[in-house]
């Protein structure tokens, strides 16, 4: 059986460089799609699943622009569509339609949005959950997106030589982002599945760029704690109480083969040596607080400061990492004081302070986890 | 495909540290090249006259249609191949480094 999703969005990226017209193109992949479901168990799957997909979508926009109009644009799309390029070049499709889903033009959550819904094929009431948004306003902003693309001419092209080593970090944030927002807490879980299956494809699309490989590695790493991250009733459990034997082994493994002998050119690489590190027995603590050392250097950003912080008071001893952690307030320094003074030994203190981070949690499952560890004091 | 490029003041005069292009050499590359098709600086919006037709009636007014700390100082005309371009060429422009500039894709 063919990888559907991966069908879908190759499908769309390639009528999308035929026809120019991006509603078109999920119309007839969509419609090709259903076509496999209805016809497959019948009919039996076909030798080729992805070329047979392929040309009944292509069929179905031929059709369908040839009964909408006798325009002279609309005959050349037609004709188009019956030479529809080199192997090679359908292949070059997907990466043009990342490329342009995250075009640094569009609204950075249009760019998640536009990705998830045209690479992927994820329906659009999945991403609105998400986004906590209703479905329709998700369709308007998508719709906005595609109409921004196509009336500011926003080019359908990988972009070459310098402008691809600017472009490529947004590719990356977008597909981080995209992560992240499966893997929080009250995210939705199977969004970080499909930021992995995205950046598998990045990796083969552009095997030669280190900080593409090293985002898949980041993801495999992360994600390979995900049913350990959880307790029964869904309570986060912190690192070192959680079960490894519930680890994806197969998953770490594959991350730290992607890192071994990998160059590290940039947050990537850096940040999947850090989730490396936290797969060792107990973390590897001396090793990630050399990592966030590095890593604050490039991204200086507050969270970055904060885990360091967390890095060094586990490697060096707590009261290194309270050093760091002066001048932070609010949530989630607080958080991360009281566990630093727990481990110094000041129960009464730190208490009171998992009191104080629970009340300034984010989410429900992070103020019962820190509720939890103030009870235990 | 032509944009309308607004050259833009800003309110947040946080200026790019780095060298400014120069003006008349932006002008220069970019007629050269067939890019700019027109251009200008404009007068000062105190001196601009608001227009409507209400009810019939020519109604004018003193002064820019909206009161901002933006104001728009000068305008381009591009034709550019894609947006791509068309950002190239803003990003070379002085006023992209102290103020701002918005591109205006063309209708139709």
Redesign the interface.
Known sequence: MTDLPDSYGRIVATLIRLTGDWNLAEDCAQEAMAAALERWPRDGTPDNPGGWLMTVARNRAIDVLRRSSVEQTKLREVAMLFHPGEQHEIEDDRLRLIFTCC?P?LALDARVALTLRTVAGVPTADIARVFLVGESAMTRRITRAKSKIT?????Y?V?EGQ?LVERLPGVLAVLYLLFTRGYDADGEPAFADEAIRLARLLTTLMPAEPEVSALLALFLLQHSRRHARRDALGDLVPLDRQDRSRWDHAAIAEGRAILSGAAVTGPYAVQAHIAAGHTAAGSDWVSIAGWYDQLVRIQPTPMVELNRAVAHGYAYGPQAGLALLAGFDGYPAVAIEADLTAKAGDRDRAAALFRAAAAAAPSEVERRALLARAAEL | MKYMMFVCTDTEPETDESIVPDIFQWVADNDASGRRVAGNQLVSPSSATTVRVRGGEVLLSDGPFAETKEVIVGFDILECADLDEAIAVAAAHPMAYNGRLELRPYHG
């Open positions: 075009h033009a009336e500011a001419r926003i080019p092209r972009p402008a």
